[in-house]
Nanobody
Framework: VQLQASGGGLAQAGGSLRLSCATS????????VGWYRQAPGKQRDMVAR???????GYADSVKGRFTISRDNAKNTVYLQMDALEPEDTAIYYC?????????WGQGTQVTVSS
């Protein structure tokens, strides 16, 4: 599985950004697709994920502000990030899980200014 992440950039607090994660092949063959993020000096943490059946999960810190969705025809997962906070500043990584194997895309930088 190959993953191509895009959509990061600079936003002001309260603003919005949308990340995209394009997957190779049929996205419905992937068990889980989602996003992690890593801020400087911190561990990489799960942000949001979508299961093959369509159910979603979010970190408590982003619930109500971030929305993960999937376009099956484009084999792409999106992360809509609203009401951004400076604490959301991090490198965001797309990941996929197929059976017991995990795959990672390149990171995309998100910077939120106050």
């Amino acid at each position: 599985v190959q993953l191509q992440a895009s959509g990061g950039g600079l936003a002001q607090a309260g603003g919005s950004l949308r990340l995209s994660c394009a997957t190779s092949g049929n996205i419905l063959s992937i068990n889980i697709v989602g996003w992690y993020r890593q801020a400087p000096g911190k561990q990489r943490d799960m942000v949001a994920r979508i299961i093959r059946g369509g159910s979603t999960g979010y970190a408590d810190s982003v619930k109500g502000r971030f929305t993960i969705s999937r376009d099956n025809a484009k084999n792409t997962v999106y992360l809509q990030m609203d009401a951004l906070e400076p604490e959301d500043t991090a490198i965001y990584y797309c990941y996929a899980q197929v059976a017991s194997s995990q795959y990672w895309g390149q990171g995309t930088q998100v910077t939120v200014s106050s």
